[in-house]
Protein backbone atom coordinates (compact mmCIF):
# COMPACT_ATOMS: atom_id res chain seq x y z
CA UNK A 1 0.00 0.00 0.00
CA UNK A 2 1.13 3.42 -0.87
CA UNK A 3 1.19 5.83 1.83
CA UNK A 4 0.85 9.18 0.82
CA UNK A 5 0.35 12.07 4.03
CA UNK A 6 -0.10 9.95 6.39
CA UNK A 7 -1.35 11.41 9.90
CA UNK A 8 1.11 10.84 12.87
CA UNK A 9 -1.52 8.21 13.78
CA UNK A 10 -1.08 6.46 10.50
CA UNK A 11 2.96 6.65 10.49
CA UNK A 12 3.01 5.23 13.64
CA UNK A 13 1.17 2.65 12.71
CA UNK A 14 4.01 1.82 9.58
CA UNK A 15 6.46 1.74 11.52
CA UNK A 16 4.90 -0.60 14.32
CA UNK A 17 4.63 -3.22 11.44
CA UNK A 18 8.02 -2.46 10.18
CA UNK A 19 9.07 -3.22 13.89
CA UNK A 20 6.62 -6.43 13.22
CA UNK A 21 8.42 -7.38 10.06
CA UNK A 22 11.45 -8.02 11.96
CA UNK A 23 9.69 -10.10 14.37
CA UNK A 24 11.67 -8.19 17.36
CA UNK A 25 9.32 -8.58 19.84
CA UNK A 26 10.98 -5.67 22.46
CA UNK A 27 11.19 -3.65 18.89
CA UNK A 28 7.34 -3.92 18.60
CA UNK A 29 6.42 -3.42 22.35
CA UNK A 30 8.09 0.22 21.81
CA UNK A 31 4.52 0.72 19.94
CA UNK A 32 2.29 -0.07 22.69
CA UNK A 33 0.79 2.64 25.20
CA UNK A 34 0.92 1.18 29.00
CA UNK A 35 -1.50 -0.27 29.76
CA UNK A 36 -3.02 -1.76 26.16
CA UNK A 37 -5.14 -4.28 25.13
CA UNK A 38 -4.97 -7.48 22.41
CA UNK A 39 -8.09 -9.42 21.37
CA UNK A 40 -7.43 -12.24 18.55
CA UNK A 41 -9.21 -15.47 17.62
CA UNK A 42 -7.01 -16.71 19.95
CA UNK A 43 -8.49 -14.77 23.03
CA UNK A 44 -8.02 -11.49 25.24
CA UNK A 45 -4.62 -10.10 26.54
CA UNK A 46 -4.36 -7.62 28.97
CA UNK A 47 -1.11 -6.00 28.56
CA UNK A 48 -0.44 -3.98 31.43
CA UNK A 49 3.38 -3.16 30.04
CA UNK A 50 6.06 -3.33 27.51
CA UNK A 51 7.21 -6.89 29.03
CA UNK A 52 3.70 -8.06 28.88
CA UNK A 53 3.44 -6.75 24.61
CA UNK A 54 6.68 -8.57 24.39
CA UNK A 55 5.31 -11.68 25.73
CA UNK A 56 2.35 -11.84 23.49
CA UNK A 57 4.32 -10.77 20.23
CA UNK A 58 6.75 -13.38 21.08
CA UNK A 59 4.13 -16.42 21.19
CA UNK A 60 2.55 -14.77 18.20
CA UNK A 61 6.43 -14.99 16.10
CA UNK A 62 7.47 -17.89 17.54
CA UNK A 63 5.95 -20.07 14.78
CA UNK A 64 6.88 -17.40 11.71
CA UNK A 65 9.96 -18.10 10.39
CA UNK A 66 8.97 -21.81 10.37
CA UNK A 67 6.05 -20.62 7.93
CA UNK A 68 8.70 -18.38 5.62
CA UNK A 69 7.23 -15.01 6.91
CA UNK A 70 8.54 -12.52 4.81
CA UNK A 71 6.08 -9.82 5.37
CA UNK A 72 2.71 -8.50 6.26
CA UNK A 73 0.42 -6.64 3.05
CA UNK A 74 -1.78 -4.12 3.63
CA UNK A 75 -5.16 -4.17 0.96
CA UNK A 76 -6.09 -1.02 2.77
CA UNK A 77 -6.04 1.40 5.79
CA UNK A 78 -8.89 3.76 7.01
CA UNK A 79 -8.22 6.39 9.97
CA UNK A 80 -10.65 7.69 11.72
CA UNK A 81 -10.11 10.65 14.11
CA UNK A 82 -11.69 10.58 17.72
CA UNK A 83 -10.51 13.45 19.15
CA UNK A 84 -7.05 15.55 18.64
CA UNK A 85 -5.01 12.40 21.13
CA UNK A 86 -7.21 9.82 19.47
CA UNK A 87 -7.65 7.97 16.27
CA UNK A 88 -8.95 4.53 15.09
CA UNK A 89 -7.31 2.52 12.56
CA UNK A 90 -8.88 -0.17 10.46
CA UNK A 91 -8.16 -2.32 7.67
CA UNK A 92 -6.98 -5.76 6.33
CA UNK A 93 -3.89 -7.16 5.28
CA UNK A 94 -2.19 -10.73 4.83
CA UNK A 95 0.85 -12.49 6.11
CA UNK A 96 2.85 -13.40 3.26
CA UNK A 97 6.07 -15.90 3.09
CA UNK A 98 9.26 -15.76 1.54
CA UNK A 99 7.86 -17.26 -1.98
CA UNK A 100 5.44 -14.17 -2.35
CA UNK A 101 2.30 -16.75 -1.36
CA UNK A 102 -0.28 -14.90 1.08
CA UNK A 103 -1.40 -17.27 4.16
CA UNK A 104 -2.79 -15.15 6.88
CA UNK A 105 -5.45 -12.90 5.50
CA UNK A 106 -6.72 -10.48 8.58
CA UNK A 107 -8.82 -7.46 9.56
CA UNK A 108 -7.97 -5.39 12.14
CA UNK A 109 -8.53 -2.58 14.47
CA UNK A 110 -6.19 -0.58 15.69
CA UNK A 111 -6.79 2.55 18.49
CA UNK A 112 -3.77 4.72 18.87
CA UNK A 113 -4.15 7.63 21.66
CA UNK A 114 -1.26 10.19 21.72
CA UNK A 115 0.72 11.57 24.28
CA UNK A 116 2.87 14.71 23.91
CA UNK A 117 4.52 13.94 21.17
CA UNK A 118 4.11 10.08 20.78
CA UNK A 119 1.26 8.46 19.12
CA UNK A 120 0.82 4.37 20.80
CA UNK A 121 -0.92 1.60 20.41
CA UNK A 122 -3.99 1.46 22.99
CA UNK A 123 -5.71 -1.13 21.80
CA UNK A 124 -5.41 -3.81 18.97
CA UNK A 125 -8.46 -5.78 17.35
CA UNK A 126 -7.37 -9.09 14.89
CA UNK A 127 -10.13 -10.41 13.53
CA UNK A 128 -10.78 -12.77 10.32
CA UNK A 129 -10.93 -11.27 6.72
CA UNK A 130 -14.12 -12.01 6.38
CA UNK A 131 -15.86 -10.33 9.53
CA UNK A 132 -18.57 -7.68 8.23
Same mark, same amino acid.
Given at each position: ????? %??? %???? *??K???? *??? +???KA????F??P? +? ?6 V? =?????? %????A????? /?? +?????Y =? ?6 ? =? ?6 ? +? ?7 N ?7 K *??? *?????T ?13 F??? /????
Amino acid at each position: MEKIQ %ASP %AVEE *FWKYTKA *FQS +LDPKAVAAHFNEPA +LMITPQGVN =ALPNNA %AVEQAYARIM /AE +LPAQGY =ARTEFSQI =AERRLGDD +LAMLTGSGNWVDKAGKK *FMP *FGMTYTLRRTGQSWRIVSAFIHG /ADAK
